[in-house]
């Protein structure tokens, strides 16, 4: 500090550090520019980011105030007892054979309904097995090519 070059040097930079802090025309916005790119420069450099001084660290917003912290969040384990309520099955209302016999699609025994699947059946096989007959009855034509017609 005796030296007088390094005491204007110092006097100098405390200028540029105000005038970087409350920049008021175009110019100091732009020299405040200048002064925040140095300062973050030496910031970089590991070897000098140790002589930045706090001022010039709230400056870049490189402040330990400045930093985002992580934050902690207490977990927090809720102590509910589970209600787990015993299942007792309901007897049903109706008998299962019950409601089968409803619902049947015809009486048991020989009843129309019965004679009537039967024939339908019985029609079926016919047409399956080679009768060649439609179930409605009808004689059907032969899907076989006619050998003169080539």
């Known amino acids: 500090m005796s030296n007088p070059e390094v005491r204007k040097n110092l006097d100098l930079w405390e200028v540029f550090l105000e005038q970087a802090k409350n920049p008021k025309t175009r110019e100091d916005r732009i020299e405040a520019r200048d002064t925040r790119r140095m300062i973050m420069r ?28 992580p934050v902690v969040t207490p977990v927090i384990t809720p102590v509910i007892k589970p209600q787990v309520k015993e299942f007792n099955p309901r007897p049903p209302e109706r008998d299962l054979r019950d409601i089968i016999e409803e619902n049947t699609r015809m009486k048991p025994g020989l009843s129309e309904d019965f004679v009537k699947l039967k024939s339908d059946i019985k029609e079926n096989m016919d047409y399956v097995m080679g009768k060649r007959e439609t179930p409605s009855g009808e004689k059907e034509e032969s899907q076989d090519p006619i050998k003169g017609d080539n």
């Open 42 to 69: 030496d910031y970089n450099n590991k070897e000098r980011r140790r002589n930045i001084g706090d001022d010039e660290l709230m400056l870049i917003g490189k402040h330990k105030s400045q930093l985002n912290r």
